[in-house]
């Protein structure tokens, strides 16, 4: 079975200050990619980054990027200069090619103190 | 433009009653999902439909029905509603039906249930 954990519930980060959010997953399978969404206050769910297992080299996207460490599967979330805007619940989500489906993890909640 | 569009976003309404919510998207996609977000954010797929078909169809009680006339709409019909489908239900599409395609999510319809 596949699944997501975020250990963290909740964060917080000073404006302009870097910030890490963990994640850990588990499958057996070889095939899979991983994903962090945000999703504001405002409820929509917006894709943050995504990353290929098959690509050893780390995402990046502007301000965020992952650090990917297959062997521990483990993909945590960076984000640099950190934002009001940032300010967020943030959800890792896996996604393997034998069931398509997208797993969430249960989310952590981001605070970014001006 | 609005990409993934649901309606309504606020649905209140008495146990017992039958709803439904809409989803509509203007990407060209071709696989459409539902997703419910429980009072704790947990989200967890329900179905999902890859050219009218249905391809996913989660432990969901009967009550739940899906419909999509046609890929870029797939509707959410909810029979004798109860306490504990008080949610947020979210749709979402992606291009193809591949573990790798970013799904774009709806703003989501926060249900309650009196």
């Known amino acids: 079975a596949q699944t997501v954990t975020q250990s963290q519930p909740e964060m917080s980060v000073q404006e302009a200050e870097t910030v890490t959010l963990s994640c850990t997953y588990d499958t057996s399978e070889s095939d899979y990619y991983l994903f962090w969404y945000k999703q504001p206050p405002s409820r929509q769910m917006i894709l943050v980054i995504r990353?290929?297992?098959?690509?050893?080299q780390n995402a990046t996207e502007n301000r965020f990027s992952v650090n990917f460490q297959k062997a521990a599967k483990s993909f945590s979330l960076k984000i640099s200069d950190s934002q009001l805007g940032d300010a967020a619940m943030y959800f890792c989500a896996c996604a393997t090619s034998g069931t398509y489906k997208y797993i969430f993890g249960t989310g952590t909640r981001l605070k970014v103190l001006a | 433009d609005t990409a993934v569009s649901q309606t309504p976003k606020y649905l209140v309404t008495q146990m017992g009653n039958d709803k439904s919510i809409k989803c509509e998207q203007n990407?060209?996609?071709?696989?459409m999902y539902w997703y419910k977000q429980d009072s704790k954010k947990f989200l967890k797929i329900m179905f999902s439909?890859?050219?009218?078909?249905?391809?996913i169809n989660e432990t969901v009680p009967n009550r739940f029905s899906p419909k999509s006339p046609d890929k870029a709409h797939l509707n959410l019909h909810i029979n004798s509603l109860e306490l504990g489908d008080s949610a947020v239900y979210f749709c979402?599409?992606?291009?193809?039906?591949?573990?790798?395609?970013?799904?774009?999510f709806g703003d989501g319809t926060r249900l309650s249930i009196l």
């Open positions: 979402a599409s992606s291009q193809a039906h591949r573990a790798g395609q970013p799904q774009h």
């Open positions: 439909y890859n050219n009218k078909e249905l391809i």
């Open positions: 990407l060209g996609h071709d696989t």
């Open positions: 990353q290929e297992a098959y690509k050893q």
